[in-house]
Nanobody
Framework: QVQLEESGGGLVQAGGSLRLSCAAS????????MAWFRQAPGKERELVAT????????YYANSAKGRFTISRDNAKNTVYLQMNSLKPEDTAIYFC?????????????????WGLGTQVTVSS
C-alpha cells in the first residue's frame, strides 16, 4: 500500500512558477514509476509528466514540454513537478500517481495509487 500526498498548489499569475511536491508513504517508493496528471473542470484527466523508478527517464505531454520538469528524490520518497511560465490553461487539479508494473506511467490504467490532488489556478 502506498499513500500519496500532494502539496504546493495555489494561485499564481500567468508567467509565474509553482513547484508541486508529492510525498509517498512506505518503503517501496523506488519500486514505482511516478507521474503527474491534471484534470480541468469539464475535461478528462490527462498525463502531464512521468518519471521512471530511478529518475533517469522522463516523458512530458506536449503541453508541458519546455516549461515543466519532473524529478524525484528516492531518499525522501518524494516526486516533484516544477512548473514555469504558467498559463491560464494550466489551471486544474494536479494529481500524483504511482505505477508499479510499468517503466513510465502513460495512462490512468497503469496507475496503482493516486493522491487526492492539489489545485493550481493561473490567473491572466
Amino acid at each position: 500500500q502506498v499513500q500519496l500526498e500532494e502539496s504546493g498548489g495555489g494561485l499564481v499569475q500567468a508567467g509565474g512558477s509553482l513547484r508541486l511536491s508529492c510525498a509517498a508513504s512506505g518503503r517501496t517508493f523506488s519500486s514505482y514509476a511516478m507521474a503527474w496528471f491534471r484534470q480541468a473542470p469539464g475535461k478528462e484527466r490527462e498525463l502531464v509528466a512521468t518519471i521512471n523508478r530511478i529518475g533517469g527517464n522522463t516523458y512530458y505531454a506536449n503541453s508541458a514540454k519546455g516549461r515543466f520538469t519532473i524529478s524525484r528524490d528516492n531518499a525522501k520518497n518524494t516526486v516533484y513537478l516544477q512548473m514555469n511560465s504558467l498559463k491560464p490553461e494550466d489551471t486544474a487539479i494536479y494529481f500524483c500517481a504511482a505505477g508499479r508494473s510499468t517503466i513510465l506511467v502513460h495512462t490512468s490504467t497503469q496507475v496503482d495509487y493516486w493522491g487526492l490532488g492539489t489545485q493550481v489556478t493561473v490567473s491572466s
